[in-house]
Nanobody, 119 residues
Framework: QVHLVESGGVLVQPGGSLRLSCAAS????????MGWYRQAPGKQRELVAAITNGEKTTYADSGKGRFTISRDNTENTMFLHMNNLKLEDTAVYYC?????????????WGKGTLVTVSS
């Protein structure tokens, strides 16, 4: 079992910057990749960025050039650095970890942290 806790969501003005954190605990050894997803009101949850154990990163088009995903494996923490925030970045941001066991892959989710971009 993997437990994920997000933090860092706040109210920020357009053009501002923010860093989200996701602290992982539990069966860390089973994690093969981690990522950030977001869900805006009335919309489906969507991928923002992902990073594998090999540090390969993937970004949604919406965040390319503005967002950076990273991991600190010594602290079992993942980050999402967000720059030049836009109104449409307002959403609940969720931390995701993909783990594996004898039955296959498992998705773990945090409870989310709210990012509000508003003037």
């Amino acid at each position: 079992q993997v437990h994920l806790v997000e933090s860092g969501g706040v109210l920020v003005q357009p053009g501002g910057s923010l860093r989200l954190s996701c602290a992982a605990s539990g069966s860390i050894f089973s994690i093969v990749s981690m990522g950030w997803y977001r869900q805006a009101p009335g919309k489906q949850r969507e991928l923002v960025a992902a990073i594998t154990n090999g540090e390969k990163t993937t970004y949604a088009d919406s965040g390319k050039g503005r967002f950076t995903i990273s991991r600190d494996n010594t602290e079992n923490t993942m980050f999402l650095h967000m720059n030049n925030l836009k109104l449409e970045d307002t959403a609940v941001y969720y931390c995701n970890a993909v783990g594996t066991d004898e039955n296959g892959s498992i998705d773990y989710w945090g409870k989310g942290t709210l990012v509000t971009v508003s003037s």
